[in-house]
Nanobody, 119 residues
Framework: QVQLVESGGGLVQPGESLRLSCAPS???????????MAWYRQVPGKERDLVASITSFGNTHYPDSVKGRFTISRDTAKNTLSLEMNNVEAEDTAVYYC??????????WGQGTQVTVSS
């Protein structure tokens, strides 16, 4: 079964930047025919919220909380997904998850990577 692996999390100070990456792992190591890729984040005890998404057509979506600060991008050839986080705030502290949906109806999640914004 294919799964996603996030990386790039860590401790960062407010106002700084961080880049998260997501890549598939497992027997196939590749997810084909994806129609939707996204980053979610979750704080313990709270719901998992959408941070950014991108479709196979390149259309992106960002909630107001991160719009203008975060940028989602994909590398189709390498089958990777990235999230550039700029001017981070304390409120951005959370576990960030990579998510992919395919045209065949399959959904994949990563294990999450911790991002902590603190002085």
């Amino acid at each position: 079964q294919v799964q996603l692996v996030e990386s790039g999390g860590g401790l960062v100070q407010p106002g700084e930047s961080l880049r998260l990456s997501c890549a598939p792992s497992g027997p196939s190591g590749y997810i084909s025919n994806f129609i939707f890729m996204a980053w979610y984040r979750q704080v313990p005890g709270k719901e998992r919220d959408l941070v950014a998404s991108i479709t196979s057509f390149g259309n992106t979506h960002y909630p107001d909380s991160v719009k203008g600060r975060f940028t989602i991008s994909r590398d189709t050839a390498k089958n990777t997904l990235s999230l550039e986080m700029n001017n981070v705030e304390a409120e951005d502290t959370a576990v960030y998850y990579c998510h992919t949906r395919t045209g065949a109806g399959s959904q994949y999640w990563g294990q999450g990577t911790q991002v902590t914004v603190s002085s």
